[in-house]
T-cell receptor, first 115, second 117 residues
Framework: AQSVTQLDSQVPVFEEAPVELRCNYS??????LFWYVQYPNQGLQLLLK??????LVKGINGFEAEFNKSQTSFHLRKPSVHISDTAEYFC?????????????FGGGTRVLVKP | GAGVSQSPSNKVTEKGKDVELRCDPI?????LYWYRQSLGQGLEFLIYFQGNSAPDKSGLPSDRFSAERTGGSVSTLTIQRTQQEDSAVYLC???????????????FGPGTRLTVL
């Protein structure tokens, strides 16, 4: 079974500082990787996804993530955060395509941007 | 356009009662997913519908949980004889479906917060 580990449950960061959210996965097959953001009292919104090709993926709101197959990681970064980036971030991996695209999520990382 | 909608937004029930949670997917989306978000278990997959295929129920935690999708659109998640551990936010997502080797983006609704007293 696949699993996703987000190493940090909470990340406090000052406004305009960079942030990196760590994600590691375990899978014996090729995977598709995702980052979702959940703003307070809202559903999840896709930030970016890695399917194949370039290992550096750019998403919305200035976020990017790098797929590293040898380290089984998919860390999310933003060079300069805003107050509005305060939210919970989830890394996810999809099951093998033949089984549908159900997602396995990490435990989430809560980002608190301080002025 | 309209996104995924879920109702009710909040539901408080007593232990042992049955509850029904509703999901209206984005029009034209043939794939529909239910997930549960709880403090103890995080975000976990429950069930998946795609077109007229048999649903993937592999994530349902017990036989008290069931779901159906009528007319390939609206879905209802039913929890019978609710227990306190069922308290969670139930999220619905929908997507297009481009085939078995695709990763169509899942669009999530705002969720239904269920509290079992």
């Amino acid at each position: 079974a696949q699993s996703v580990t987000q190493l940090d449950s909470q990340v406090p960061v000052f406004e305009e500082a960079p942030v990196e959210l760590r994600c590691n996965y375990s899978s014996s097959v090729s995977v598709y990787l995702f980052w979702y953001v959940q703003y307070p009292n809202q559903g999840l919104q896709l930030l970016l996804k890695y399917l194949s090709g370039s290992t550096l993926v750019k998403g919305i709101n200035g976020f990017e993530a790098e797929f590293n197959k040898s380290q089984t990681s998919f860390h999310l970064r933003k060079p300069s955060v805003h107050i509005s980036d305060t939210a919970e971030y989830f890394c996810a991996v999809s099951d093998p395509p033949a089984a549908g695209n159900k997602l396995t999520f990490g435990g989430g990382t809560r980002v608190l941007v301080k002025p | 356009g309209a996104g995924v909608s879920q109702s009710p937004s909040n539901k408080v029930t007593e232990k042992g009662k049955d509850v029904e949670l509703r999901c209206d997917p984005i029009s034209g989306h043939t794939a529909l997913y239910w997930y549960r978000q709880s403090l103890g278990q995080g975000l976990e997959f429950l069930i998946y519908f795609q077109g007229n295929s048999a649903p993937d129920k592999s994530g349902l935690p017990s036989d008290r949980f069931s779901a159906e999708r009528t007319g390939g659109s609206v879905s209802t998640l039913t929890i019978q004889r609710t227990q306190q551990e069922d308290s969670a936010v139930y999220l619905c997502a929908s997507s297009t479906y481009s085939g078995t080797d695709s990763t169509d983006t899942q669009y999530f609704g705002p969720g239904t917060r269920l509290t079992v007293l």
